[in-house]
């Protein structure tokens, strides 16, 4: 089936620092990504949609040049966390949209826990 | 705009027994609906989608919803919990199917009990 990698799995930084995120589609090609935030105990909340080549589209309140997203190629988008600070501490999990096979499916990844202290 | 609202931020339920998780809608156009799982810091596992065919979907692990547009529901049911039913279930809606924006409900925690 459809596999969704996220790298690394887990990440400590100090504030001021920035961190990437890679999601990557192990065995079909995605020409859309769509990067998502949850809080403890909460709903996901879309932040940004990645299309391969062109710039991503970032859902009204996210402030773009903090959350840098690059989908260079058809199997990986990254999310850089720039300056980051503790209220940026959050599960960050990325989708990638399959169109393989007739079908029209978000497949997960296992998300990214992201500590900033 | 479109959106659910998932009744019930935790339900627990005995190990054989019914699981009813309950997730409504509102949208202008007809919904795609979805109903996805989480388990503990991992990703979100597709459950089950609805896209206008039948209005009873059967998903994977034995969970099953229907769409009952005159409720504007789409209940997520399995006729009998397993302890590894236990985890999170977020129920969610698409305009133009599931490869495109999702808008997800809350979440409902399910335990089940011995």
């Known amino acids: 089936g459809a596999v969704v990698s996220q790298h690394p799995s887990w990440v400590i930084c100090k504030s001021g620092t920035s961190v990437k995120i890679e999601c990557r589609s192990l065995?079909?090609?995605?020409?859309?990504m769509f990067w998502y935030r949850q809080f403890p105990k909460q709903s996901l909340m879309l932040m940004a949609t990645?299309?391969?080549?062109?710039?991503?589209?970032?859902e009204q309140g996210v402030e773009k040049d903090k959350f840098l997203i690059n989908h260079a190629s058809l199997t990986l988008s990254t999310l850089t966390v720039t300056s980051a600070h503790p209220e940026d501490s959050s599960f960050y999990i990325c989708?990638?949209?399959?169109?393989?096979?007739?079908?029209?499916?978000?497949?997960f990844g296992p998300g990214t826990r992201l500590t900033v202290l | 705009a479109q959106s659910v609202t998932q009744l019930g931020s935790h339900v627990s339920v005995s190990e054989g027994a019914l699981v009813l998780l309950r997730c409504n809608y509102s949208s202008s156009v007809p919904p795609y609906l979805f109903w996805y799982v989480q388990y503990p810091n991992q990703g979100l596992q597709l459950l089950l989608k609805?896209?206008?065919?039948?209005?009873l979907v059967k998903g994977i692990n034995g969970f099953e919803a229907e769409f009952k547009k005159s409720e504007t529901s789409f209940h997520l049911t399995k006729p009998s919990a397993h302890m590894s039913d236990a985890a999170e279930y977020f129920c969610?809606?698409?305009?133009?199917?599931?490869?495109?924006?999702?808008?997800f409900g809350t979440g409902t925690q399910l335990k089940v009990e011995l």
């Open positions: 989708s990638a949209r399959s169109l393989d096979r007739g079908e029209d499916t978000q497949y």
């Open positions: 990645s299309n391969e080549g062109s710039k991503a589209t970032y």
């Open positions: 065995d079909f090609q995605a020409t859309t």
């Open positions: 609805y896209t206008s065919a039948a209005t």
């Open positions: 969610a809606v698409s305009r133009t199917g599931g490869g495109n924006k999702l808008t």
